[in-house]
């Protein structure tokens, strides 16, 4: 293989970081670090992996704990689908595989949350099966390097892709050279500022030859972002709680929030406060205002969320428990798997 693949590998031998989930061949720890490192970066998704492996060293043993252990240690994270997924594709290699991870490529891809790109990373690193491993970084180098005009983001760019993938790869140490490559687009083939003048494979690629790096990849378009605006209720009665787990097909399925009204735009204090609909949600008798928090904004990658705290407290009246919702002691909180969103306010209101 001498061409700029060879300088390639030879660059990532050098210059490859030192990450815990490297030189390995166990598919366990392999897979969680890539659930892991989906939408995150590597400084925050490092200490999620390292405590996941000390709580859960085997994969029988995530297999063995609670969905609310898992979602609790999650947290922060955000996508929880993916813990979710990683929760259930553990029992499936318990219950079918005997705790062992299975090693080949088909039966890796038919667990639960596990694509392509996922699958084809465990099966080249782990067992050195041919597979390719392709991420947004991978496409963004291959863009880059042979001039890919065809979005990459649509089914022909993605097949065109995934076709140059498998041409590509070596029939010797594929995990080497897939990790290679995505180690080339996470230092050095950048999104916005690429750092051409150290990359072992500029001679080779059409977008630095023609000093147009930043028109590569090219893509069909953003998903427009949704706005929602959230008013919470957040009830107390001596040392109680009042939080409810989420259990409709939204967004933060499985973990706990509180009572929730929400709203077509954005509404004032006063006219929520006179608002029938929250008496739909929580039906209080006698509850006494004690804090309305401070607007705060939350991103999603295809949601915009604005969300308001009423804070009430319940002195001699009475209520019915809303759906989905149960008492807890206000010290128990944070044995309780909830979204970042609602971590921040219950730091900054509720446990100051």
């Given at each position: 293989m001498n061409d700029w693949r060879q300088n390639l590998l030879n660059w990532y031998e050098a210059n490859k970081r030192d990450l815990p989930w490297r030189n390995i061949k166990d598919p366990y720890k392999i897979w969680l670090s890539e659930v892991i490192l989906q939408q995150t970066r590597v400084n925050q998704g490092w200490e999620y992996y390292l405590r996941f492996i000390k709580n859960y060293p085997t994969v029988s043993d995530l297999a063995a704990a609670s969905?609310?252990?898992?979602?609790?240690?999650?947290q922060g994270l955000g996508y929880y689908s993916r813990a979710r997924?990683?929760?259930?594709?553990?029992?499936?290699?318990?219950?079918?595989?005997?705790?062992?991870?299975?090693?080949?490529?088909?039966?890796?891809?038919?667990?639960?949350?596990?694509?392509?790109?996922?699958?084809?990373?465990?099966?080249?690193?782990?067992?050195?099966?041919?597979?390719p491993a392709v991420d947004g970084n991978v496409m963004r180098v291959y863009s880059r390097l042979f001039g890919i005009t065809t979005a990459i983001d649509s089914t022909n760019g993605k097949k065109q892709m995934n076709e140059l993938a498998v041409e590509l790869l070596p029939a010797k140490n594929p995990g080497t050279y897939n990790q290679a490559v995505m180690e080339l687009g996470a230092m050095v083939c950048l999104p916005s500022n690429p750092q051409c003048e150290s990359c072992p494979v500029q001679q080779a690629c059409y977008a630095f030859l023609h000093k147009n790096m930043l028109d590569f990849p090219v893509k069909q378009g953003k998903t427009k972002v949704r706005n929602r605006y959230l008013n919470y209720i957040v009830i107390v009665q001596k040392d109680s709680i009042l939080i409810r787990l989420r259990k409709s097909k939204d967004?933060?399925?499985?973990?706990?929030?509180?009572?929730?009204?929400?709203?077509?735009?954005?509404?004032?204090?006063?006219?929520?406060?006179?608002?029938?609909?929250?008496?739909e949600v929580v039906l209080l008798r006698n509850p006494v205002?004690?804090?309305?928090?401070?607007?705060?904004?939350?991103?999603?990658?295809?949601?915009?969320?604005?969300?308001?705290?009423?804070?009430?407290?319940?002195?001699?009246?009475?209520?019915?428990?809303?759906?989905?919702?149960?008492w807890i002691k206000i010290n128990d909180l944070e044995n309780y798997a909830v979204p970042k969103l609602i971590d921040l306010y219950i730091r900054k209101k509720i446990l100051k």
């Open positions: 969905e609310q252990d898992v979602l609790k240690l999650w997924n990683l929760h259930a594709a553990a029992h499936t290699i318990v219950k079918e595989y005997e705790g062992k991870f299975p090693a080949k490529f088909e039966s890796i891809r038919a667990l639960k949350g596990v694509g392509d790109y996922t699958a084809g990373a465990i099966a080249s690193i782990a067992f050195n099966l041919n597979y967004i933060w399925h499985g973990l706990h929030d509180f009572p929730v009204v929400e709203t077509d735009r954005p509404i004032t204090q006063a006219k929520f406060l006179k608002d029938k609909k929250w008496n205002l004690k804090d309305v928090s401070e607007e705060y904004v939350h991103l999603l990658s295809h949601q915009k969320l604005f969300a308001r705290f009423y804070l009430l407290e319940i002195v001699n009246g009475k209520m019915e428990l809303p759906a989905d919702s149960f």
